[in-house]
């Protein structure tokens, strides 16, 4: 019985550090990568920036930030080619995962200023806009 413990106690602690250490590369991934930035930070430079929606088109056709262009992660690989290198990409999502995963695909590809919105559409006070088609 005492080994049947040890090995669960074991297989605990090794799922236990696996979740921490994934939790820490993410973290050091996404200060590597650019930035998150808050509402008030996004706001004020994203004049001078391109903003990018990575969510899939049913839901940036509900709802998304004013002057934003959407390229959704599926297809994200394949048409981030369209966004410029020299401006600085603001992108979101509602999932912080999916906007850092497109952040680290323009990073591979030379991007350099890259930035996200912090907590993601769903918190977003700015203005807003719905597709008309």
């Known amino acids: 019985m005492n080994t049947?413990?040890?090995?669960?106690?074991?297989?605990?602690?090794?799922i236990i550090l696996s979740f921490l250490f994934s939790w820490l590369w993410n973290k050091y991934q996404a200060k590597r990568?650019?930035?998150?930035?808050?509402?008030?930070?996004?706001r004020a430079?994203?004049?001078?920036?391109?903003?990018?929606?990575?969510?899939?088109s049913a839901p940036f056709k509900r709802k998304?930030?004013?002057g934003a262009r959407n390229?959704?992660?599926?297809?994200?690989?394949?048409?981030?080619?369209?966004?410029?290198?020299d401006l600085p990409v603001y992108l979101y999502s509602d999932a912080s995962s999916i906007t850092?995963?497109?952040?680290?695909?323009?990073?591979?590809d030379g991007y350099k200023k890259i930035f996200w919105l912090k907590d993601g559409l769903e918190n977003w006070d700015g203005r807003t806009k719905a597709s008309k088609y």
Do not use: W
Request: hydrophobic residues 50%; charged residues 25%; positive net charge.
């Open 4 to 14: 049947f413990l040890l090995v669960i106690d074991a297989i605990l602690l090794i």
């Open 33 to 42: 990568v650019g930035g998150a930035l808050s509402n008030e930070e996004f």
């Open 45 to 56: 430079g994203m004049r001078k920036a391109q903003i990018i929606d990575v969510r899939e």
């Open 64 to 66: 998304h930030i004013d």
């Open 71 to 85: 390229i959704p992660m599926t297809m994200f690989k394949y048409q981030h080619g369209e966004i410029r290198k």
């Open 100 to 108: 850092l995963r497109a952040a680290r695909i323009l990073q591979k």
